[in-house]
């Protein structure tokens, strides 16, 4: 199921962990949509300004696969409003500014980025229809 033009409801819930474990990442029909906001207000503006690729390392996580990897109880995974992404070659600061500077968002979290290693890390970014904080600040350990 598309999402938006250039994502899917299959990308935004593949885990490699969820396989690995067993684990049913299933989202609900609420999950879906936000999913589908997520996608249509953040990820496909960046796509399209970036005209590249964006890699979604963690998007959807049902309560137990968050329980396993150990994520925030709080954690917007859980509720289809979080993605974690990167572009190829694009330093994820830039990716960070860019969003900070032209979306609107809930929460934006540069993560363990290091400037030595333009690729390091990753942007956590999150939208929420009914609330959306524009909070935003780096995570380095």
Request: proline content about 5%.
């Amino acid at each position: 199921m598309n999402l938006s033009k250039n994502f899917t409801v299959a990308e935004l819930i593949k885990s490699n962990t969820a396989s690995r474990l067993g684990i049913d990442n299933t989202p609900s029909a609420d999950v879906v949509n936000n999913l589908q906001v997520l996608a249509f207000k953040v990820l496909q503006p960046v796509r399209d300004h970036f005209d590249a690729p964006i890699t979604v390392s963690s998007g959807y996580r049902s309560p137990k696969l968050n329980k396993a990897v150990k994520g925030s109880k709080t954690s917007q995974h859980v509720t289809g409003q979080a993605a974690d992404i990167e572009i190829y070659n694009v330093p994820n600061e830039e990716l960070f500014n860019w969003i900070k500077d032209n979306l609107q968002f809930d929460q934006l979290i540069l993560e363990f980025y290091n400037p030595a290693d333009p690729s390091s890390g990753w942007v956590h970014v999150s939208y929420n229809e009914q609330d959306n904080r524009n909070m935003y600040f780096s995570i380095d350990s």
